[in-house]
């Protein structure tokens, strides 16, 4: 029987509550660090032992970011308000460590070794993506010549040309949006009222 620790996390978090202008004007602002420890995951073993993968309970994440909201209230009468509120938050979350004699997991992957990998690696920012790159020098892409002996011989006239590209896979991306929020807009004339909300977010990659 394998037996596997239960999830931990320990965190912190402190925030702030403001309001201005007679709370016309509100600001929500919340800083916090999470740090998770054993984390319930498959790793991959030798299809010899029976297996192909084995779930177990260990490894460490932390998760710090920070959450704001702002509240406005434009106009306010007898008749007509105005008001806008805007959220946001910023998040990182990163591998501390994995099981031992782990250093990287493959949580997804796209047309194989041709593709892109979304991978975890210890010291690295979760939601990572790795593949193939661009070689550069100073800034500039690598054009290897193809000759008909072969690419970048010299010898012959050139029959083609293609950008040159790295041995291994690079770490490319990431899909986690540097910010995400929202905008929010009420409007209300006597008995009426109108809601617009808008969504936004900021980075991260696609594959």
Do not use: C
């Not at 509550?17 to 054993?38: A, K, P, Q, V």
């Not at 905008?183 to 696609?206: A, E, M, P, R, W």
């Amino acid at each position: 029987m394998l037996f596997r620790s239960p999830q931990t996390a320990r965190s912190f978090e402190i925030g702030t509550d403001l309001g201005f202008l007679n709370n016309r004007l509100n600001l929500n602002f919340t800083y916090y660090d999470i740090y998770s420890n054993h984390q319930i995951f498959p790793i991959s073993l030798a299809t010899s032992s029976g297996a192909d993968a084995l779930t177990i309970s260990s490894g460490a994440l932390r998760n710090r970011g920070i959450e704001f909201i702002i509240n406005a209230s434009i106009i306010r009468d007898k008749n007509f308000s105005w008001d806008i509120s805007v959220n946001g938050s910023h998040n990182r979350n990163k591998l501390v460590s994995l099981a031992p004699g782990v250093d990287q997991l493959t949580l997804g992957s796209w047309f194989g070794s041709d593709g892109v990998n979304l991978n975890v690696r210890v010291g690295d920012d979760y939601g990572s993506i790795y593949g193939y790159d661009y070689q550069y020098i100073k800034g500039q892409k690598v054009v290897n010549l193809i000759y008909g002996d072969g690419t970048n011989t010299g010898n012959g006239p050139v029959i083609g040309a293609q950008y040159a590209t790295t041995a291994n896979f690079v770490k490319i991306g990431n899909s986690t949006p540097k910010i995400t929020g929202g905008i929010s807009n009420t409007l209300s004339y006597k008995s009426l009222s109108l809601y617009v909300l808008t969504d936004f977010s900021n980075g991260g990659q696609i594959w």
